[in-house]
């Protein structure tokens, strides 16, 4: 089984809960054999809002690995801002979570033990709807593997 067609089947499983169409998958085979790529598209407030992420799947102890996240929104929408929340779905043993600086449109994560380390990266939208409120819409939630040396 080739790296993409193992990426796409990991991508789509860790999506099947999800109302949202994948717009694309695909290696980035020009930046690391074990890079990867997610695209999908979902429907926010009547516009449609497209989610872009690449992760380099592979890191050195100690190294920040970017986590890139782009939204492109089909008009333009005010109150808004993304979030980007990383968790760990599972690490080496003996290891701890790794170090996370979420940000838009780069997240760093940084690893302080070798090893395979299985994250889930979700990206949704929060709106201020009242002067003391705010509401969060989902728009992806994607599982990253990492190999860390």
Do not use: W
């Not at 998958?25 to 074990?34: I, N, V």
């Not at 979700?122 to 990492?146: D, M, Q």
């Amino acid at each position: 089984m080739n790296a993409v067609f193992r990426v796409a089947v990991f991508l789509c499983l860790g999506m099947a809960c999800l109302p949202m169409a994948p717009a694309a998958l695909s290696a980035a085979g020009a930046e690391s054999e074990t890079s990867f790529a997610f695209s999908a598209e979902k429907e926010v407030d009547g516009s449609r809002v497209r989610v872009d992420l690449r992760f380099p799947g592979h890191a050195a102890v100690g190294e920040s690995v970017p986590l890139h996240v782009n939204l492109a929104f089909e008009r333009q929408m005010s109150g808004v801002f993304p979030s980007v929340s990383v968790t760990r779905r599972t690490v080496p043993d003996g290891a701890s979570a790794p170090e996370v600086l979420p940000g838009v449109p780069v997240t760093d994560i940084r690893f302080s033990a070798p090893g395979h380390y299985d994250l889930e990266a979700e990206i949704g939208l929060v709106f201020k709807n009242s002067c003391g409120g705010a509401r969060l819409v989902p728009l992806a939630a994607v599982p990253l593997a990492v190999d860390v040396f």
